[in-house]
């Protein structure tokens, strides 16, 4: 069933007007996805001189980067689905307390151990923070223009938040040391967290069923696998025997976790919900718009710095010009979906930043490839930022207040796989290539080609028409 799209109303199209409770709401609510974003970047730059301080070896370096990603990806999901049998506010006032908690461990760390066991108990409280805090999110803003902007500007902040990372990392490093990066999340936890309690409301859940177990540890073991496979891959390809292992073991999980909630009466995720258009369809959306502009990024930085010769520096400010137009982005894009609908937002915005990046392509050794690199990228990021906060809008509208941290749990799960798998697909064809500008340029080629045809594929599975949307659920006739 095919429903008309007409232009909205005038009024329809203001931006809507918020309290000022609810603008507290959304600083502490985006406040922590910031802090949890930052924390995704902050500290790569900081490696090296982390390494030489606490004497770990260059190939145990990754484990600073893996024992974040494992948990934050792995228990996202089943976190969301706990936050909405248990009480939302419960768990991210909870999550908010161990990432503070962690954080300062791992800024006080002694030796390499305390230290990953710091960096794991903040991917442990990312956890917890994300699908819940997007959850609260989605549940105190009506779905609507108020939802639109309080998802748009959490985009916008998720999107600076790793931008602003990469360039504060290098920043605080050199100036006050490895350490002072995750003083910074101690700070921004002892911030939010004290605001949280009196603000946030607690989520109610009327007849709550038993959490599925044989779910749980299907789709949570399936995701820390699959983390685990992807994000080794990165650093030392597909070879290694427990990258193939993990991942042959990962998906099988995942296979298993399909099986078992087909046959659950109160599944952890809700198969009819996988179903619907909007989320299936969605997801796969926000999938390719972070795995490939990730892998952009990635191979961006190597190009400016090891290509064109830039310091750390200047590419941070190459970095610092998307990170404004994306903020910028951020503010219109709520009512460009509010004009166009998210669906025709999504399409869009994937067919930009496919376009954009098929610009990169031009890029060579001359000194003017940096003014195209410049643009190219932070025009590709306002369209990535769009379909951000499109897909976002689009998984989580008409979704029951009791399901949406279900909903919002798939969103940052896709996000985490997204950031994940993108450079071990790609990237290493650029640090494997005999010539990095050759490798870069391949990339580049791919990607765009897989954003593109996401883009036709998107537009044709939520079957998005010039005068019509379809709204029915993948199973619906």
């Known amino acids: 069933m095919a429903i008309d799209t007409k232009s909205p109303a005038p009024d329809s199209l203001d931006t809507p007007r918020l309290s000022t409770r609810d603008k507290l709401v959304l600083f502490v609510l985006c406040a922590a996805q ?53 009480g939302r506010r419960k768990l991210f006032l909870s999550g908010l307390a161990l990432f503070g908690a962690a954080s300062l461990l791992a800024t006080l760390a002694w030796d390499p151990a305390s230290f990953l066991a710091g960096r794991a108990l903040q991917g442990l409280g990312a956890a917890a923070i994300v699908p819940t805090g997007m959850s609260l999110l989605t549940t105190t803003f009506p779905e609507g223009p108020a939802r639109d902007r309080a998802l748009g500007i959490s985009g916008t902040l998720l999107s600076l938040g790793f931008t602003i990372g990469m360039v504060a990392g290098g920043t605080l490093t050199d100036t006050l040391g490895w350490r002072s990066t995750m003083g910074l999340l101690t700070v921004f936890a002892l911030i ?26 299907t789709v949570t073991g399936g995701l820390l696998s699959l983390i685990y496979a992807l994000s080794t891959a990165a650093d030392h390809g597909f070879a290694r025997p427990d990258v193939i292992t993990t991942l042959i073991t990962g998906l099988l999980l995942l296979a298993a976790f399909v099986t078992v909630e087909s046959r659950t009466q109160a599944p952890l995720v809700s198969l009819p919900m996988l179903r619907r258009r909007t989320v299936a369809w969605g997801n796969i959306g926000g999938l390719v718009t972070f795995s490939m502009m990730s892998t952009v990024v990635f191979v961006l930085t190597l190009y400016l710095q090891e290509v064109l010769d830039l310091s750390a520096f200047e590419t941070g400010l190459v970095f610092g010009v998307q990170g404004v137009l994306s903020a910028v982005a951020g503010t219109y894009a709520p009512k460009v979906i509010g004009r166009f609908g998210p669906r025709r937002t999504l399409v869009g915005s994937l067919v930009g930043q496919g376009a954009l990046i098929a610009a990169l392509l031009g890029l060579d050794t001359g000194s003017w490839s940096v003014w195209l690199a410049t643009a190219a990228v932070s025009l590709a990021s306002m369209c990535h930022l769009g379909a951000i906060i499109s897909y976002g809008v689009t998984v989580t509208s008409g979704v029951p207040d009791a399901e949406q941290g279900l909903a919002t749990g798939l969103v940052t799960s896709t996000q985490q796989v997204g950031l994940t798998i993108g450079i071990p697909l790609l990237g290493v064809l650029a640090t494997t290539s005999h010539d990095l500008l050759t490798g870069v340029h391949t990339v580049l080629a791919l990607d765009a080609v897989i954003v593109l045809a996401a883009a036709v594929l998107v537009a044709t599975g939520l079957r998005v028409r010039s005068g019509a949307v379809e709204a029915e659920p993948l199973g619906a006739r």
């Open 34 to 86: 910031f802090m949890v974003a930052l924390d995704f970047s902050v500290l790569n730059v900081a490696l090296p001189v982390l390494g030489a301080d606490l004497g770990m070896s260059q190939s145990a370096l990754q484990w600073a980067v893996t024992a974040f990603a494992l948990p934050s990806g792995g228990f996202l999901l089943l976190f969301g689905r706990i936050g909405d049998l248990y």
């Open 192 to 217: 939010v967290l004290p605001l949280a309690p009196g603000l946030l409301p607690e989520s109610r859940t009327p007849d709550r069923p038993r959490l599925d177990i044989p779910g749980a540890i």
